[in-house]
Each structure stands twice: as C-alpha cells, then as structure tokens.
C-alpha cells in the first residue's frame, strides 16, 4: 500500500507569473506569458506529490472568492483537497520575469487576517485525518500563534505521523524539538535559525549537524539554489551538486524539492537517493514557467542525470 502524504497550507495564495520587457517605475509594464497557479508551501508540494504518483491530500485554510479559485484549480488538476473556510480573502502573488536581465522580481502579500476559531478548526481537522506523513509548509497567517507548528507536529507525532516542516522565522525556532521527521530551511533560513553567519560549505554543514544533535529534527535539508542542496543526519552530512540548467522560474522550487524528497522517503529510499530526488525536482520545476509546474519525465530524467554524475 502507498504511504499517504497529507499537506497543510496555513496561508495559500493564486500565483500569477507572467514576463515583461523591462520592469520600470510609473510606466505601465505591459506583460505576457502569464500563468495562474494555485500556490502557497503544502499546496505546491500536494500538486508535486500527485504529479509524481504519490498518494496525497492537501488541507488548506482558505477563504473568499481567490480561495474558491485555488479549490477549482485543485480539483482541475486532480488534486484531492480539503479546505478549512475562513472569513478573510486569501492572498494574491505576482512573479514577474524581466527578460532584459533575466531577473526575477516577486510581489508577495502577507495574507489575510484569522481569528482562533479558524485555527483551531484546522487543529481538530487534522485530528481526524489518517495518514503516514503530514509536511506543513508556508508562512502563517495574521492571528495565528507563533507556536502553531509546534502545535501540529507534536499532535501529529503522537499519532505516529512523520512530520516535515518547511518554514521561517519564529514559527521555525518554535517548533523544533516538537517531534519533527525534517526540516527544509534555505541557507538563509538556517543562517537566521543559528544566529550567526555561515560563510563556507564546513560552517553550513556544522550547523545543521548541531541541530541534529540538539534533537530539533532527525533530518535537517538545506537547500541551497542553483548550487544544490545537502542533508544532515545522525549518521553525518550527505552534500549534493545540482546540475547546470535553463531557469524559467524559480517559484515553488523549494516545493518541489520537499515533495520529491519526502516521497522517496516515505518509499523507503535511502537518504542519500531521497536527496537525490529532491534535487531532481527542485531542478525540473525551474525548467517551467509558473510556480512548481515540473513534469514527471522532468524529474526523472533530472534524477538519471544526477546519478551518472556520481558514477
């Protein structure tokens, strides 16, 4: 039987990423090749998760008609879904590609506002949902207690669920040593987690291996962009090199890295081969405009790429 994978997305968005010449001041940016994507962490990674077979379901809190609209892009996509209704109107993001420099800019609201009763009503749906992994991921929404992470994953670890937790700031420092399977912090999420700078491949490795050990999760993945990413264990530190490639959009890379990691985990894939996976889909989804719209072949002929380069 396959393991399922339940997703939480505590503040999800619809993404809107489209290109223009020049992104200027005062002038209007006249743009195309504009694409719209239900968004936020644990949505990216349910789409990443279905897109590779995996058996999953994303809860979300949502609300308004832009929260309507996520749901029917869900359902469009096959994506199965259950949402957690709020008052407020989610939040609207735009990724806009300057062609001219190849940069990239992201306008990304902080999200609407909920009261406890919306955020206890997650608490109690998940409660009710049976499953092997739970991986929460995304910023909060306003009036959500910093904790709440913490929350979820220690409920969840008395379950017996697995959790992974791909998130920032106080809702991160927060929530270690709750139970947690991995965490997913960029480097400069780590950074900001430790406190100090991380300038070389020896300090980034050192820190994570220390929150190991301090018991802030078994598992702590770094993702590093363009240059890979690596995981810290009990058992040491496994580093791995992406693969040069094209970038059309780095939204929802993250995402995918997480989904595609945690699915071969949850398959019972060695840490070394999760990676692996994770890398693989973090560098199909750059290959595709729009936030986290990798292919499976993409990510599967990433991956035979990543193991001819360690032959």
């Known amino acids: ?56 379901l994303a809860v979300m809190m949502a609300g308004g008609l832009t929260g309507a ?4 892009q869900l359902d469009k996509g096959g994506v199965p879904r259950l949402t957690v209704p709020i008052h407020g109107s989610t939040r609207i993001c735009l990724t806009v590609l300057e062609r001219s420099t190849g940069l990239e800019y992201r306008f990304v609201p902080e ?25 929460a991921s995304g910023s909060l929404e306003h009036g959500m207690p910093d904790d709440i ?35 997913k912090p960029s480097l400069g999420e780590l950074r900001a987690l430790v406190g100090h700078d991380l300038p070389d491949d020896r300090s980034q490795e050192a820190a994570a291996a220390a929150l190991v050990r301090q018991g802030a999760a078994r598992l702590v993945a770094v993702s590093l962009g363009e240059n890979g990413a690596f995981v810290a264990s009990a058992q040491g530190v496994i580093r ?16 995918s890295f997480v989904a595609a990691m945690t699915l ?22 750059v290959l595709c405009a729009g936030t ?15 193991c001819a380069a360690d032959r």
């Open 1 to 56: 039987m396959k393991p399922r994978l339940v997703t939480l997305t505590l503040n999800p968005a619809v993404d809107i990423t489209c290109s223009a010449d020049v992104v200027q001041p005062t002038h209007k940016i006249r743009t195309s090749d504009e694409h719209l994507d239900p968004g936020g962490g644990g949505v990216n990674v349910a789409r990443v998760l279905h897109v590779l077979n995996g058996d999953t």
């Open 69 to 72: 609209l996520i749901e029917e």
């Open 111 to 135: 999200g609407p506002s909920v009261n406890r009763h919306d955020w206890q009503a997650m608490l109690h749906l998940l409660e009710e949902i049976d499953c092997d992994w739970l991986i």
């Open 149 to 183: 992470y913490a929350r979820v994953a220690s409920a969840a670890s008395r379950r017996g669920q697995r959790v992974v937790l791909d998130c920032a700031g106080p809702a991160l420092s927060a929530a270690m040593g709750s139970g947690l399977e991995m965490i």
């Open 240 to 255: 791995m090199a992406a693969l040069p490639c094209k970038v059309l959009s780095a939204v929802g890379a993250g995402d």
């Open 264 to 285: 071969a985990l949850a398959r019972g894939a060695p840490l070394e081969d999760a990676l692996r996976w994770g890398v693989a889909a973090g560098t199909a989804a």
């Open 292 to 306: 986290a719209r990798l292919r499976r072949h993409d990510v599967e002929s990433q991956y035979e790429r990543l």
